[in-house]
């Protein structure tokens, strides 16, 4: 595992308009990398990440949706994006300024660096 480039991935997201926290989580919870401009307790919301994507696999599971790509919640006071690797998800989380479309192309286009840096 690279965690250099981990670590640059994840100044470049917290670079896009909005976003205040974004977190490598494993697949158990363990937060591998983080950053954020809130006062969060990160080993909770890298529970919290771990059992939203089970729940989420589940049930894309029970319909046939296939392979889990992302999740995407939208809220009245911001945004949680989480994009799937194989055994990490990236979590990125932003207030109600943030362009959703621009956190989405943000993770299509470092997604591949995280996987890359994790191999």
């Known amino acids: 595992m690279d965690n250099k480039s981990i670590?640059?991935?994840?100044?470049?997201?917290m670079k896009v308009k909005g976003v205040t926290t974004v977190a490598l989580v494993g697949r158990d919870g363990v937060v591998i990398e983080s950053k954020s401009n809130s006062n969060i307790d990160m080993d909770a919301l890298g529970a919290m990440v771990a059992?939203?994507?089970?729940?989420?696999?589940?049930?894309?599971a029970a319909f046939g949706?296939?392979?889990f790509n992302m999740l995407?919640?939208?809220?009245?006071?911001?945004?949680i994006l989480m994009a799937t690797t194989v055994d990490h998800v990236l979590a990125?989380?932003?207030d109600e300024t943030a362009?959703?479309?621009n956190v989405r192309y943000s993770v299509?286009?470092?997604?591949?660096d995280v996987i890359s840096a994790l191999q």
Do not use: Q
């Open 7 to 13: 670590i640059l991935v994840v100044d470049e997201l």
């Open 51 to 60: 059992t939203a994507i089970g729940n989420s696999e589940t049930l894309t």
């Open 65 to 67: 949706f296939g392979e």
């Open 72 to 79: 995407l919640s939208e809220y009245a006071n911001g945004k």
């Open 92 to 94: 990125i989380f932003a």
């Open 99 to 101: 362009v959703i479309g």
């Open 108 to 112: 299509k286009v470092h997604l591949s």
